[in-house]
């Protein structure tokens, strides 16, 4: 069982940068594979970026890759997502997540947080 808090988000001008945070429960976080999704008004959770239980491999949405970074240091069961660049349409609330596989799916990631909002303006 694992419990997720992600913390970090706010309001912030385009062009701009955010950490988020994601702070986690439980004893076994180093063996999930860890995620960070977004979900926009009105649109389905989509994902964002994956890292795999050891950090040593990372996976990008094509609309974050080159200005978004996942990483997460076990030692103190915490996940990030550096955001930098930030566009208008990056306005979303944003879930991390911790599953059993290095997938980009929903439907693959077992624990949620409760989400924190970016909001990007221009």
């Known amino acids: 069982q694992v419990q997720l808090v992600e913390s970090g988000g706010g309001l912030v001008q385009a062009g701009g940068s955010l950490r988020l945070s994601c702070a986690a429960s439980?004893?076994?976080?180093?063996?999930?594979?860890l995620g960070w999704f977004r979900q926009a008004p009105g649109k389905e959770r989509e994902f964002v970026a994956t890292?795999?239980?050891?950090?040593?491999?990372?996976d990008y949405a094509d609309s974050v890759k080159g200005r978004f970074t996942i990483s997460r240091d076990n030692a103190k069961n915490t996940v990030y997502l550096q955001m930098s660049s930030l566009k208008p349409e990056d306005t979303a609330v944003y879930y991390c997540?911790?599953?059993?596989?290095?997938?980009?799916?929903?439907?693959?990631?077992?624990?949620w947080g409760q989400g924190t909002q970016v909001t990007v303006s221009s």
């Open positions: 997540a911790a599953g059993s596989y290095y997938l980009t799916s929903t439907r693959d990631y077992d624990y």
């Open positions: 890292i795999s239980w050891s950090g040593g491999s990372a």
């Open positions: 439980g004893r076994t976080f180093s063996r999930y594979v």
